[in-house]
């Protein structure tokens, strides 16, 4: 079997030029959309629209920050949109949790749950970052360079195992057999885990204060 | 500054709760300290008085007491004054009496509480459903006990997955950063 | 043998060409939107792009034979009626009563649909298709009576003898002697281009795009290619019965000044309820189709 590969020619032109976008938005980053659509930044001119469904989607923006709630959620989105299929990191928090770096229910690093194309930084970026990302999203299309979807196939065990780290993976998987293997792999780590997370912990008020980065 | 309404209120909750503790905060704030099993006559007394927007519950973890404390908000629209009433139960197998009763929105509030900090609240039958917290099994989240850095440390950062990630080539692509 | 050469040649011609057009005039309303609403918009032929990508997507779900077929089916639902609709005072089957025919055709559509999303499963399409049919059940009545005024006018039900007696420049359209029954047409079509505000059916921001929710890849290629020719069609009945269909390049400006009409009401107005919309149908438009008849069967 060979490789699948991402489309070029013609196809990637078109697929890059038709960016039919997934309106799932999870943060606060939803705030810097309006803009982007409307009359002011009108990403429409790239023959890029927000879909209502991620049937119809090639592109999943992830606009701030992700709980374990909504991943779930963005997780099965993700897995039922059509391939070729991008994805957008979008603001700090997806790039490594920003603001909520100690939060106990937001994941940290996006793409080690599902597969990132492109990252925006900034808390938020601006519209201009967004068409920026955009047009080099476009142009890197066109040249076969964005392959995520691929990724996350030939990969699939570790996402799903990273995934099963943090959610219940047997409800929100498309694949339940595989979910059902891997969910029952991991177990023992998360028990593991839980129990060196759990342990009961009282902060005196001079440990609240951080010193350096968070470990 | 006249606090006349406000003393109104006041001298209204002594009247007939001898062994309440109410003083004026500021204009338009009342506190009132009483017992956990004063509460519901005290709600249900000033329910009849005119207060009739139960506005929220709300919590406090006071570890070194070993003590919860719980604020049951309420406003009256007629005198335009806001009254907290504040009781403290037990950290360890506290429960108080459920607000249903009186008002119905007091539950999902209710369902609230016992989910982040652990409160149980007699008579609340939906209280063991599943409310903002999916698949959770661990201490309840919003007591300071619970540490929150250790837990996202162990579970969010995942350093081993990340050299995993950078042995499997699994990387966003890097082509747009500015030279 | 040269006539039917060209007929044969018209056969392969005409719907390649009916689905550019659609496609661009979808095209063209995107950038009409744009520009009412101060924006600049996508290129016009930005549809034709979507065409090429949906078609080229690798994968698409389904959810079983009847899945694909329903798509299949409104497409070539519609492809026939192409058969019966004159297109620059060309049509292939022409006879008297084609346009009951034509009228019984475009129900095939919406039907096919609620077959395949049946199949889907999916609370979302299930009300786009009960909003679909029950819209239908609203348009349906004064886009008949309106055809019927024109049928008694003329004496006649097909098109081609209907375009003739208004043959002769803009004086002898029937938009003039039948205004009435024009005026609730264009209503009616307002309601069978799907444009607001009777969108009900589609409504991205309520029902996910109704019954396009499931539909994916190839299979919502298929239906913006039949998004396209319906358009044209249903622009074309119009044309046809009030404004002379006249030759090739008029008939296509005709069709899509019709079209553009509908566009601008569609960039400016909010989206009625599905009650009120069925309401508005058989009130106004409704009483208005049934005036202009009235007036027809008095001067006649």
């Given at each position: 079997m060979t490789k699948e590969k991402a489309p070029k020619g013609i196809k990637g032109w078109a697929q890059g030029r038709s960016l039919w976008m997934l309106h799932f938005c999870t943060g606060c980053g939803a705030i810097e959309m309006p803009p982007t659509m409307t009359s002011r930044y009108d990403m429409e001119r790239f023959g890029i629209t927000p879909m209502a469904t991620p049937r119809q989607a090639d592109l999943l923006l992830i606009t701030g920050y992700l709980t374990v709630k909504t991943l779930k959620r963005v997780v099965r989105s993700y897995e039922q949109m059509p391939d070729p299929k991008y994805v957008i990191g979008f603001g700090s928090c997806t790039v490594n949790g920003g603001m909520y770096w100690d939060s106990y229910?937001?994941?940290?690093?996006?793409?080690?749950?599902?597969?990132?194309?492109?990252?925006?930084?900034?808390?938020?970026?601006?519209?201009?970052?967004?068409?920026?990302?955009?047009?080099?999203?476009?142009?890197?299309?066109?040249?076969?360079?964005?392959?995520?979807?691929?990724?996350?196939?030939?990969?699939?065990?570790?996402?799903?195992?990273?995934?099963?780290?943090?959610?219940?993976?047997?409800?929100?998987?498309?694949?339940?057999?595989?979910?059902?293997?891997?969910?029952?792999?991991?177990?023992?780590?998360?028990?593991?885990?839980?129990?060196?997370?759990?342990?009961?912990?009282?902060?005196?008020?001079?440990?609240?204060?951080?010193?350096?980065?968070?470990? | 500054m006249s606090l006349e309404k406000e003393q109104k209120v006041v001298e209204l909750v002594k009247a007939s709760f001898e062994d309440a503790e109410a003083e004026v905060q500021r204009e338009r704030r009342v506190k009132v300290w009483v017992k956990p099993n004063r509460v519901f006559p005290l709600v249900a007394y000033l329910k009849g008085h005119g207060f009739n927007h139960f506005v929220a519950i709300s919590a406090v973890d006071w570890i070194k007491d070993g003590e919860i404390e719980l604020v049951y908000h309420l406003w009256s629209y007629s005198e335009k004054v806001h009254v907290m009433i504040k009781t403290r139960i037990p950290r360890d197998n506290g429960s108080m009496p459920t607000l249903k009763p009186l008002f119905n929105q007091a539950e999902t509030y209710e369902r609230d509480i016992h989910e982040f900090f652990g409160v149980y609240f007699e008579g609340n039958e939906k209280l063991d459903r599943e409310f903002i917290l999916e698949d959770w099994d661990g201490p309840p989240p919003m007591r300071k006990d619970f540490d929150t850095r250790l837990f996202s440390a162990e579970f969010y950062d995942q350093e081993d997955l990340e050299s995993e990630a950078l042995r499997l080539k699994i990387q966003p692509y890097k082509g747009h950063l500015r030279k | 043998m040269n006539a039917i050469g060209i007929q044969i040649g018209w056969i392969i011609f005409m719907p390649i060409l009916v689905i550019i057009m659609g496609l661009l005039y979808l095209g063209a309303a995107r950038k009409i939107t744009a520009r009412v609403h101060n924006r600049y918009g996508p290129p016009i032929y930005q549809n034709i792009i979507d065409v090429i990508k949906l078609f080229s997507k690798k994968r698409a779900t389904n959810h079983g034979v009847m899945f694909s077929l329903g798509p299949i089916m409104a497409f070539s639902g519609l492809l026939i009626s192409l058969m019966f609709i004159p297109i620059g005072n060309r049509a292939l089957l022409s006879f008297n009563g084609d346009i009951i025919v034509l009228l019984y055709l475009l129900v095939i559509a919406p039907l096919g649909m609620a077959l395949g999303v049946g199949e889907g499963a999916n609370p979302m399409g299930t009300i786009g298709i009960a909003r679909a049919l029950t819209l239908m059940l609203g348009y349906e009545v004064v886009l008949i009576i309106s055809a019927l005024s024109v049928m008694l006018y003329t004496g006649s039900a097909s098109f081609m003898k209907i375009i003739e007696a208004q043959s002769g420049g803009v004086g002898h359209w029937f938009l003039w002697p039948l205004f009435l029954s024009a005026l609730a047409m264009d209503m009616a079509l307002q309601g069978v281009l799907g444009e607001k505000p009777f969108d009900q059916p589609i409504a991205p921001h309520e029902i996910a795009s109704g019954p396009m929710v499931e539909f994916g890849g190839k299979y919502l290629g298929l239906l913006q290619l039949y998004h396209a020719i319906a358009i044209v069609v249903e622009t074309g009945i119009m044309v046809n019965l009030f404004l002379g269909g006249g030759t090739l390049f008029w008939w296509f400006v005709k069709s899509f000044t019709v079209f553009f009409i509908a566009l601008l009401i569609n960039a400016v107005m909010p989206r009625f309820r599905i009650g009120q919309a069925f309401k508005f149908f058989w009130t106004y438009p409704a009483a208005i189709s049934l005036l202009g008849l009235i007036l027809v069967a008095i001067l006649k």
């Open positions: 229910n937001t994941i940290k690093r996006l793409d080690l749950y599902i597969p990132v194309d492109l990252y925006i930084a900034g808390c938020m970026p601006r519209p201009e970052a967004i068409i920026d990302s955009f047009t080099e999203l476009i142009k890197g299309i066109k040249e076969g360079r964005f392959d995520g979807w691929i990724r996350y196939r030939e990969n699939i065990e570790f996402y799903k195992r990273n995934q099963a780290m943090v959610m219940d993976i047997r409800k929100w998987s498309l694949d339940t057999e595989l979910a059902e293997r891997i969910w029952n792999e991991v177990q023992e780590e998360r028990k593991k885990r839980f129990e060196r997370a759990t342990v009961p912990h009282v902060y005196e008020l001079a440990e609240r204060i951080p010193e350096g980065l968070p470990k | - | -």
